[in-house]
């Protein structure tokens, strides 16, 4: 997930600049303090630092996503849903924020809660309508390399569909989220272990062990997947072979 916020956060790099011109000196010093930020929490501080002082900012949607890019890699899903919401409200149809507030809401919900089925609803409706603008999207900076731009668009639309899996899976729809994940996998750019984790447990719960056990294997096999994630996956492999064994 590390290298999608990356991507994420050059997207929003990118679109702001091609964005309307600052009105005075001050406000472009603002900007590029957000453009300048090296750490979440900085990045935070600078977007609330513009948006204080230069309320009719034309940059306002752009440093919005920014920062709730921002707040989702320091896992504040509170404040992610903050300010992806209100980077919606300045653009309905920004398809960085779609992501990342569904992906949020895909995260915090679930089985028993009371209001499950409303959220699974609207933030599937958000994963589809992100990828849906992904597809047909053109690049935010004509300076931007098209191969990079290309592995922008893989990796959100990966991440669209990562969100769509994670919502079929709290509904317990597990084939569809094995569809899901398995054209997360595919589509992305970037080989993403965690994305490849969910799977294998989606494959677990609907007793395809030989695929969760490959898949898992796929993932320790990884070069430079993280210890965390390693952990994981051979605590699913430990599963796999309970099950299987008790099958």
Avoid: C
Avoid at 89 to 95: C, F, G, L, R, W
Avoid at 149 to 167: A, P, Q, V, Y
Wanted: zero cysteines.
């Amino acid at each position: 997930m590390k290298m999608k916020f990356m991507l994420i956060g050059l997207l929003a790099v990118a679109g702001l600049a091609t964005a309307q011109k600052v009105k005075s000196q001050k406000e472009g010093e603002a900007v590029n303090a957000v453009i300048a930020a090296q750490t979440p929490d900085a990045r935070i501080a600078a977007v609330e630092n513009l948006l204080s002082k230069f309320k009719d900012t034309e940059f306002k949607a752009a440093v919005l996503e920014m920062a709730a890019n921002a707040a989702q890699q320091k896992n504040d899903a509170a404040a992610t849903m903050i300010y992806g919401n209100r980077a919606l409200e300045a653009n309905p149809k920004s398809m960085q924020a779609l992501l990342i507030v569904s992906s949020t809401m895909a995260q915090g919900t679930k089985e028993f809660d009371l209001d499950k089925d409303e959220k699974v609803k609207k933030a599937t409706k958000m994963a589809g309508d992100a990828i849906a603008i992904i597809n047909t999207a053109e690049k935010p900076n004509p300076q931007l390399p098209d191969e990079q731009w290309i592995s922008i668009k893989k990796d959100m639309i990966s991440r669209g569909h990562e969100t769509l899996g994670m919502l079929a899976a709290v509904d317990k729809k597990y084939d569809v989220a094995i569809a899901e994940f398995k054209t997360a996998v595919e589509a992305g750019a970037t080989p993403e272990p965690a994305v490849m984790i969910r799977l294998a447990v989606a494959y677990t719960n609907t007793k395809r062990f030989d695929e969760a056990n490959a898949t898992v294997d796929r993932v320790l096999a990884m070069a430079g997947t993280p210890e965390a994630l390693k952990k994981i996956a051979q605590e699913e492999k430990a599963r796999i072979a309970k099950l299987k064994g008790g099958q």
